[in-house]
């Protein structure tokens, strides 16, 4: 399972829905677009030290999935998919999504503009 930011935040936020589905697999895959965004929002964070220290030692159990010229393929499908049927979603989540098909694993997340997107599978909670 790939975890979206907002997964990754409710997940520190102690959110148990959210730790029970992590949880629940074998293995969670942090794209590295999420890893960027979760750190851009701690900047402004009045606890960012300990949240950072929390990151690290959280993601060094995860698989972070970087973005390689193979992902880039997947991201100009859906993409152009999304462009077609009118249904655009934010550039950072179409990366998701393409690390997602590339990898056949579902998103946890609570954005339904996954459900947009062909053949991937959104996890909510």
């Not at 730790?19 to 697999?25: L, Q, R």
């Not at 965004?37 to 970087?66: D, I, N, T």
């Not at 990366?95 to 590339?102: D, M």
């Amino acid at each position: 399972m790939i975890a979206d930011t907002n997964a990754l935040s409710d997940f520190f936020d102690g959110v148990e829905a959210v730790v029970g589905k992590m949880a629940s697999v074998d293995a969670l895959h942090l794209p590295v677009s999420v890893l960027g965004e979760y750190r851009f929002g701690l900047l402004g964070s009045r606890k960012r030290a300990e949240r950072e220290a929390r990151l690290r030692e959280f993601a060094a159990r995860c698989q972070v999935l970087p973005i390689l010229e193979s992902t880039t393929g997947y991201y100009a499908a859906i993409r152009q998919e999304l462009r077609r049927a009118g249904t655009p979603i934010p550039g950072n989540d179409v990366w998701i999504a393409a690390l997602a098909r590339e990898h056949k694993l579902p998103v946890l997340s609570a954005d339904t503009h996954f459900d947009a997107v062909s053949g991937l599978q959104r996890i909510s909670w």
